[in-house]
Nanobody, 124 residues
Framework: QVQLVESGGGLVQAGASLRLSCTASGPTFSWYVMGWFRQAPGKEREFVAARTRSGGSTYYADSLKGRFTISRDNAKNADYLQMNSLKPEDTAVYYC?????????????????WGQGTQVTVSS
């Protein structure tokens, strides 16, 4: 059973940056894809970014390209979401999730494993 734990959320002002971390435990295979999603109050869970753990291919929501970057540190077995130039509309609970290579990375329904989420609040 894969277990995911996010950290790094918080309250920041508009324009600031945050880096979210996701650490995985359990059987983490090279063919897993790690994704980030977010969910604001009253809204559906939204795809943010995904990255294959072994191949390094990355995928982003079009609206977030250029501000958000997904990366991985193999030595620490951790995945990261670097968020720059944050806006109040980025306020949400951010989740990391894992799925297999070949799934629809943009769909939350494709992901079998989820972290508990970390709150990001951006004040104006």
């Amino acid at each position: 059973q894969v277990q995911l734990v996010e950290s790094g959320g918080g309250l920041v002002q508009a324009g600031a940056s945050l880096r979210l971390s996701c650490t995985a435990s359990g059987p983490t295979f090279s063919w897993y894809v790690m994704g980030w999603f977010r969910q604001a109050p009253g809204k559906e869970r939204e795809f943010v970014a995904a990255r294959t753990r072994s191949g390094g291919s990355t995928y982003y929501a079009d609206s977030l390209k250029g501000r958000f970057t997904i990366s991985r540190d193999n030595a620490k077995n951790a995945d990261y979401l670097q968020m720059n130039s944050l806006k109040p509309e980025d306020t949400a609970v951010y989740y990391c999730a894992a799925t297999r290579v070949g799934a629809n990375y943009y769909s939350a329904m494709s992901y079998s494993y989820w972290g508990q989420g970390t709150q990001v609040t951006v004040s104006s």
